[in-house]
């Protein structure tokens, strides 16, 4: 029997066939495949976003995250601040998807709040900043919260007291000395942030914490300090002379 070398089987086709583009893409260049052979840290931020948002085809998933990444000037922390109706405006980037790229957001936050199981000691204002910027870095509107040490200064709760404004909050005496005692703390230290662009106390910010002082003192909880987050800068009573 003689071999007829026009005849080509139908899988020989395929396997001789040169790969399309696309086949070439999804093999080398998909985010998904970078991450399994390089590791995350190898993606870059539209890669990370487009296996979160998700089409059919991974090329469109880059295209868009690129597409949401520009509209937030290329910066996490200002896609972190944008809202759902902010990028629903942005074409293909339905509810669906906006909810998940602030579920990615928020988790990741999450996880730079946590303290790995280690107490977390407070010795200067620094100390405090450092503690507290993953939870009021990105807030637009300001939040009291107070932090609570047993005697060797560790932290031992962060309460969040109250949400406010852009220009002021409410804090509670009676609720806070309550989560204090709740807690069985020895010492708090009080915090909320500035989304202006100033980390200065108000009139009303000094009298508050004046009146905290004086409560603390009859319940024998002293009230170590008093910072002022805002962004990149805080501002502490005690370094300041305040308190």
């Given amino acids: 029997m003689m071999f007829n070398s026009n ?3 139908m899988s020989e086709k395929n396997y001789n066939q040169p790969k399309s583009p696309k086949n ?6 998909c985010p998904q495949a970078k991450l399994l052979k390089n590791g995350k840290s190898h993606l870059t931020d539209s890669e990370v976003l487009a296996m979160i948002l998700g089409t059919e085809q991974m090329q469109n998933s880059v295209g868009l995250a690129r597409t949401v990444l520009t509209h937030a000037n290329g ?4 896609l972190y601040k944008m809202s759902v109706s902010d990028l629903m405006k942005i074409e293909q980037i339905g509810k669906a998807r906006a909810c998940r790229i602030f579920a990615a957001l928020e988790l990741g936050r999450r996880r730079s709040e946590e303290n ?3 107490p977390y000691f407070i010795n200067s204002s620094t100390d405090v900043y450092r503690l507290m910027d993953p939870i009021l870095r990105d807030e637009t509107v300001e939040h009291f919260w107070v932090l609570m040490l ?3 200064n560790a932290v031992i709760h962060k309460h969040h007291v109250s949400k406010g404004g852009v220009s002021g909050t409410f804090a509670d005496p009676k609720v806070i ?17 500035h989304p202006s662009e100033s980390p200065k106390p108000s009139e009303a910010d000094i009298r508050l914490t004046k009146n905290l002082v004086a409560s603390g003192k009859l319940l024998e909880i002293g009230v170590l300090d008093h910072v002022i987050h805002c962004g ?3 501002y502490s009573f005690v370094d300041e002379g305040l308190l």
Avoid: G, P
Wanted: hydrophobic share 40%.
């Fill in 7 to 9: 005849h080509i089987t």
């Fill in 24 to 29: 070439l893409w999804i093999m080398n260049d």
């Fill in 75 to 78: 910066n996490l922390n200002t």
């Fill in 116 to 118: 790995l199981d280690k």
């Fill in 150 to 152: 047993n005697r060797r």
């Fill in 177 to 193: 000395f309550k989560a204090a005692l709740q807690y069985t703390s020895s010492a708090i230290i009080l915090v909320h942030n």
């Fill in 232 to 234: 990149n800068n805080y």
